[in-house]
């Protein structure tokens, strides 16, 4: 089993930047890179959308069309934890944004931003772009 805590979250004006980490902790053997992990945010009255991903590895990315060129994703398997920088945020950006991680995924590229692909979610961290 795994347990994700986001944080990082806040109140930023436009154009600014935040980074927001989720951090993995195991309640048996498993360790972070056996998982994929993808960050997904739901904006008021919106559903949950895919933002990234990053593969087990960190050999594959991907992004949102709509955050791509402003947000990186990173990941740290040594410290169990991964990391959305954001850039020239967008009031549109704002929402919970919730990590999640998926065991082992077949096919990762073609999967990613499916919610019910994913074995572990976090609680959230709020994202506020706002003047």
């Known amino acids: 089993q795994l347990q994700l805590v986001e944080s990082g979250g806040g109140l930023v004006q436009p154009g600014g930047s935040l980074r927001v980490s989720c951090a993995a902790s195991?309640?048996?053997?498993?360790?972070?890179?056996?998982?994929?992990i993808a960050w997904f945010r739901q904006a008021p009255g919106k559903e949950r959308e895919g933002v990234s991903c990053?593969?087990?590895?960190?050999?594959?990315?991907d992004y949102a069309d709509s955050v791509k060129g402003r947000f990186t994703i990173s990941r740290d398997n040594a410290k169990n934890t991964v990391y959305l920088q954001m850039n020239s945020l967008k009031p549109e950006d704002t929402g919970v944004y919730y990590c999640?991680?998926?065991?082992?995924?077949?096919?990762?590229?073609?999967?990613?931003?499916?919610?019910?692909?994913?074995?572990?979610w976090g609680q959230g961290t709020q994202v506020t772009v706002s003047a």
């Open positions: 999640a991680a998926v065991y082992f995924p077949r096919r990762y590229s073609s999967i990613w931003d499916r919610e019910d692909e994913y074995d572990y």
């Open positions: 195991a309640f048996t053997l498993d360790t972070l890179d056996y998982y994929a």
């Open positions: 990053i593969s087990r590895s960190g050999s594959y990315i």
